[in-house]
């Protein structure tokens, strides 16, 4: 009976290997949080050294100390959570301070992965002392509006522009390229109603002036100061459709000059262009196999006109398959290459190439952000994209569009796949 009640109370507290577990008697929600600088003291302009304070469910006091993050753990997810814990809308930036305050140490690694949810969902260590302590940057004005200027300072016509940003008190200026990403681009891209990003480039790359128009009718000319630096989206905030303030970090001192402005251009690349492929004599192939030919569609804002070949750089297998599933082939495997890796495709399409510009270079396709791309292209032709939407077209798939009913026998295969482009004349 003694043994019996023994192991019981054992079991109860948790005894294993020697070892007595005890529940901890304070919860992760029991935590508050300010900001202080270097000595300690208190900040009241939203940044400085994070520390916490953290109470037992009694509310009696556990401990004081900064929060570190000793194996590189700490997320945005966590820097907006705290930041609205102390009382601001959104987090524009966090870093890791290791400038040795001596201030004692609370918490470590501490890693959130839902800014909606309490911090009592946060993961994180108790720790006392430190050298890698959070500084965090708060703030209550999150949201940005922005446009695009034209080489006038005029509010731009078309998809593309100096990128500027507007903040709550109307203040205006440009945003520097430093750690610009895909996601900033796509998220600031929707911010001005657009679906998709094309490309960016930074400023001293393109011929605008470093000035800006307050009223869309260039009243007045004025250097422009840098609104943002270091802009950086996460790419579950792109899926989820967050907004700017709720999905991206930045800075709001600048070290950059206005050589790196960044030059935007919006646009989805599948809405704006459509793609055919041509044979050695420029004849529109049926099977999804030859030169690659981009053109735009009627109504794209690159013009009517603009028709030629597609550069090899930065083109991946994601890349092709966007593009073959544009024209309706759904085959098992694709191919590609650039037309200069063989001496006998580069002669046999010389002729055509001759015909075309190039007109699309640095495609870039994925599920996440869609295809990003640039009709400024740095290319020649031996860079042209040769592909082959359907390798073994007819043995394992067919075009979406094909009508032909599924061959009988293994001597009738179908050896072609319908495109959805119509044939072009011939050039």
């Keep these: 009976m003694v043994l019996f009640a023994s192991l019981f109370l054992f079991g109860l507290l948790g005894i294993s290997d020697g070892y007595i577990y005890v529940p901890p008697k304070y919860t992760g929600s029991d935590f508050t949080f300010w900001l202080v600088n270097n000595n300690g003291d208190l900040t009241s302009n939203g940044a400085g050294i994070l520390k916490a304070k953290l109470y037992a469910d009694d509310r009696t006091i556990v401990g004081t100390g900064t929060v570190c993050d000793t194996d590189n753990r700490f997320t945005d997810e966590a820097a907006r959570v705290i930041c609205m814990m102390i009382g601001y809308k959104c987090a524009e930036n966090w870093k890791l301070d290791t400038t040795n305050t001596n201030l004692p140490a609370l918490i470590d690694n501490v890693e959130c992965t839902n800014t909606s949810a309490p911090f009592r969902d946060c993961r994180y260590d108790r720790i006392d002392t430190c050298n890698r302590e959070i500084s965090l940057k708060c703030s209550s004005r999150c949201d940005y509006e922005f446009s695009l200027l034209d080489s006038e300072g005029t509010k731009s016509k078309s998809k593309s522009g100096l990128l500027v940003a507007s903040n709550y008190n109307g203040m205006r200026g440009t945003v520097c390229d430093d750690n610009f990403d895909k996601a900033a681009a796509l998220t600031i891209c929707r911010e001005m109603g657009h679906t998709c ?74 809405e704006e262009f459509k793609f055919f492929t041509v044979d ?65 495709t580069t002669q046999k399409y010389e002729n055509v190439q001759n015909r075309y510009s190039v007109v699309l270079d ?12 640039s009709t400024k292209p740095d290319c020649d032709h031996s860079e042209d994209i040769i592909i082959d939407c359907c390798v073994g077209a007819g043995v394992t798939t067919e075009s979406k569009l094909s009508a032909e009913p599924e061959p009988t026998s293994e001597s009738e295969p179908t050896t072609e796949a319908k495109p959805t482009t119509q044939p072009l004349m011939k050039l």
Aim: negative net charge.
């Design 197 to 270: 990003a094309a490309s960016w480039s930074s400023r001293n790359d393109m011929d605008l002036e470093q000035t800006y128009d307050d009223s869309e009718k260039k009243a007045s000319e004025q250097d422009m100061p840098i609104m943002l630096d270091d802009v950086t989206c996460s790419a579950k905030g792109v899926l989820q459709n967050e907004t700017f303030g709720e999905s991206c970090f930045w800075k709001t001192e600048s070290d950059c000059d206005h050589s790196e402005d960044i030059y935007l251009s919006c646009g989805c690349m599948l």
């Design 280 to 344: 050695e004599e420029n004849e529109p192939t049926k099977n999804g196999k030859g030169l690659l030919i981009a053109e735009t569609k009627k109504g794209s804002h690159y013009g009517n006109e603009l028709r030629g070949t597609v550069c090899d750089d930065l083109f991946d297998r994601t890349s092709a398959e966007a593009i073959c599933d544009s024209m309706n082939f759904t085959c098992s495997d694709v191919s590609f290459s650039s037309i200069g890796d063989s001496q006998d």
């Design 362 to 373: 640095d495609v870039n396709c994925d599920s996440e952000f869609g295809c990003t791309f």
